[in-house]
């Protein structure tokens, strides 16, 4: 392992430490103000959704971001761990029987498995809206538009036309298979719409221009593309205790992926492309953007 890979990978632990202990403290005990108390069961099962370990990657996106363009980083914190709550309450559904059906996320028992299927749907249906919650509140020490901003881009990513409405599509993909274009759309949405949403979020909170936020959003797009195209393949060649969690899902269900479509070295060279065009959208920032450059790498040579 080279000292920069080394040295990435300690960034992205240390960040992760960060947002543990960030989500941890918003998930604690004590009620906020217009909170009339916090149920411990519930509370207990959000906090197993969320408090489990994970590379933590997209809020790391959102921090690294805006550390390119010099925004608040304590701001960035708060707004990183909104993120990993509308990611975590997405994986809390997904895990239910009604939908991906699995009993495992990251080596733990999905939280459904651990509770119960109603508290599992309530700790995601809690997870979605605190993200909101975390965005608003005045320790997001942000001018009101930009938490404005965000509040939209990350509604709209995570809704209908993003995240949900991908994990419809998805659903709707095990009985009828879509075509290339079908599959590239329900991963972009499903999978991709929230990574381009913590990149483009950086930039909001850094009070950036048009330009570097259309960078960093066509960034976060190719990074998206990148990790789905990833988890593909590992779906297809690690195993369960490798990955945490079921692998050979898609395969036995008959769902069409682009690496089922093209093959695995089709992949590994669009892996390679994508992570080029993502270098170069970043290539005027210089030095600066080497931490997010590593990122794409990371994202598509990951093992887990």
Avoid at 10 to 29: P, V
Avoid at 189 to 197: H, P, S
Avoid at 209 to 238: H, M, N, S, W
Wanted: aromatic share 4%; with cysteine.
């Amino acid at each position: 392992m080279d000292s920069t890979h080394s040295s990435f990978e300690q960034r992205l632990r240390d960040n992760a430490g960060k947002i543990e202990a960030t989500l941890s403290r918003l998930l604690g005990d004590a009620s906020l103000s217009d909170e009339i108390v916090r149920p411990v069961r519930l509370l207990s099962a959000m906090r197993h959704g969320v408090l489990n370990g994970g590379k933590r990657l997209r809020p790391f996106l959102v921090m690294e971001s805006s550390a390119l363009l010099d925004g608040n980083a304590d701001a960035a914190l708060r707004v990183g761990a909104a993120l990993e709550c509308v990611h975590c309450y997405s994986l809390v559904h997904d895990d239910l029987p009604a939908m991906d059906d699995d009993d495992l996320r990251r080596g733990q028992p999905t939280v459904h498995i651990a509770f119960d299927y109603a508290t599992a749907i309530l700790a995601g249906d809690s997870l979605l809206t605190y993200a909101f919650d975390i965005i608003a509140a005045p320790e997001t020490e942000l001018p009101a538009d930009r938490k404005m901003a965000l509040v939209l881009a990350l509604a709209r990513a995570s809704g209908i036309g993003g995240m949900a409405g991908g994990q419809a599509l998805d659903l709707a993909a095990e009985k009828e298979t879509p075509d290339e274009n079908g599959i590239t759309t329900l991963q972009a949405m499903k999978t991709g719409a929230l990574i381009r949403c913590a990149c483009e979020a950086g930039a909001i909170i850094a009070g950036a221009g048009v330009e570097d936020r259309r960078r960093l959003r066509t960034f976060g797009e190719k990074i998206g593309l990148a990790f789905q195209l990833a988890d593909d393949l590992l779906d297809l060649t690690a195993d369960a205790a490798t990955m945490g969690k079921a692998t050979g899902k898609d395969a036995a269900r008959g769902k069409g992926t682009l690496v089922g479509l093209h093959g695995q070295e089709w992949a590994e060279t669009t892996l390679a492309r994508l992570v080029t065009e993502a270098a170069d959208l970043l290539s005027g920032y210089g030095d600066k953007a080497h931490v997010l450059v590593e990122t794409a790498r990371f994202v598509a040579n990951r093992r887990n």
